[in-house]
């Protein structure tokens, strides 16, 4: 079974930090392109930052640079979003989904909120209080 499961959500200060997790199962992981997104209430879904599992390439939206690290533990078979400096506009519903690296230019799949995702995970709540 295909899954991709997030955690590490919760309620933080502003100027805290968190990280949050995203756990794949069930498909080849290195042939993928993991990207996190997130919707905010009444917002659209919006493209964060994404990692190719197989070469280590990252990317970053503008408002996240240098705040945000995304990491890969292959072995592990998971993703991680280390977020610093957290503000309120950075509470949202954070999903990791999943795109084959040979056909997902990463930059792109972002800043398309991650159009044409294979896997999506359920979700995990990121809360930040000013």
């Known amino acids: ?15 805290g930090s968190l990280r949050i997790s995203c756990a794949a199962s069930g ?8 990207g996190w997104f997130r919707q905010a209430p009444g917002k659209e879904r919006e493209g964060v930052s994404c990692i190719n599992s197989n070469n280590g390439s990252t990317y970053y ?8 690290t995304i990491s890969s533990d ?6 991680y979003l280390q977020m610093n400096s ?5 509470t949202a519903v954070y999903y990791c989904a999943a795109r084959l690296a040979r056909i997902t230019t990463g930059q792109a799949w972002v800043h398309l909120g991650g159009f044409d995702a294979r896997y999506w995970g359920q979700g995990t709540q990121v809360t930040v209080s000013s």
């Open 1 to 15: 079974e295909v899954q991709l499961v997030e955690s590490g959500g919760g309620l933080v200060q502003a100027g």
């Open 27 to 34: 498909f080849t992981f290195d042939d993928y392109v993991i």
């Open 61 to 68: 939206v503008d408002s996240v640079k240098g705040r945000f």
């Open 74 to 79: 292959n072995a592990k078979n998971t993703v």
């Open 86 to 90: 957290l503000k309120s506009e950075d």
